[in-house]
């Protein structure tokens, strides 16, 4: 079955610390998404990408990094800059830009922690 | 721009009980309207969709009616069960656009 895989599903982090979430996709789709959820919060947007090599800042990409070197691989850094980086962050994908009639799939989420 | 509201929660049913959960948007043109749920510790799963005025997406007993008129898009269910507790997001796809706009989310609690 097509899915989204997101690892490891726990993740602990050191302060001053870069970790990287691993988000991979066999759905053939073109977009995908990274999205940070906090306790009793909505989803809000981190980075997202149209197409391989090209992705573009969202509502809070500030102390995060992402590359987009294949289609079905999204990965995502969070950086030492990012001050407040536990959270449950969530990966997803969609066909593309031009069919706003179908929706995102989501991976199950890595959830990051401070040690 | 585009906005998604949905009522704040949580919302605490006893099994079988009806439910509604409330959800307007702000929009130009004709988005999509989606629902996803949110089980603990999961990612999201699209639970219906309706991608034009007057129609009504259906899954699981649940079902939302796309109102242009009135731009809103609720959640209902004839009768909970206790495993439909979960998180609920209403969210919002227009034309033109690649970002989904996700409403707040309602926590839904169901009481057996």
């Known amino acids: 079955d097509g899915g989204i895989t997101q690892s490891p599903k726990y993740l602990f982090r050191k302060e001053g610390q870069n970790v990287t979430l691993s988000c991979e996709q066999n759905?053939?789709?073109?977009?995908m998404y990274w999205y940070r959820q906090d306790p009793g919060q909505g989803l809000r947007l981190i980075y997202y990408?149209?197409?391989?090599?090209?992705?573009q800042k969202g509502d809070i990409a500030e102390g995060y990094s992402v590359s987009r070197e294949k289609k079905e691989s999204f990965p995502l850094t969070v950086t030492s800059a990012q001050k407040n980086p536990t959270a449950f962050y969530l990966c997803?994908?969609?066909?593309?830009?031009?069919?706003?009639?179908?929706?995102?799939?989501f991976g199950d989420g890595t959830r990051l922690s401070i040690l | 721009g585009n906005s998604v509201t949905q009522m704040e929660g949580p919302v605490t049913l006893s099994e079988e009980a009806f439910l509604t959960i409330n959800c307007t948007y702000t929009?130009?043109?004709?988005?999509?309207l989606f629902w996803y749920v949110q089980y603990p510790g999961e990612g999201l799963q699209l639970l219906l969709k309706?991608?034009?005025?007057?129609d009504k997406g259906s899954n699981k007993g649940f079902e939302a009616t796309y109102r242009k008129e009135t731009t809103s898009f609720h959640l209902e269910k004839g009768s909970v069960q206790v495993s439909d507790s979960a998180v609920y997001f209403c969210?919002?796809?227009?034309?033109?656009?690649?970002?989904?706009?996700f409403g707040a989310g309602t926590r839904l609690f169901v009481k057996a």
């Open positions: 997803a994908s969609s066909i593309g830009p031009d069919r706003v009639d179908q929706p995102q799939h």
């Open positions: 759905l053939n789709h073109d977009a």
């Open positions: 990408s149209q197409i391989v090599n090209d992705f």
């Open positions: 929009a130009t043109g004709y988005p999509s």
């Open positions: 309706a991608t034009k005025a007057d």
């Open positions: 969210a919002l796809l227009n034309t033109g656009g690649f970002k989904t706009i």
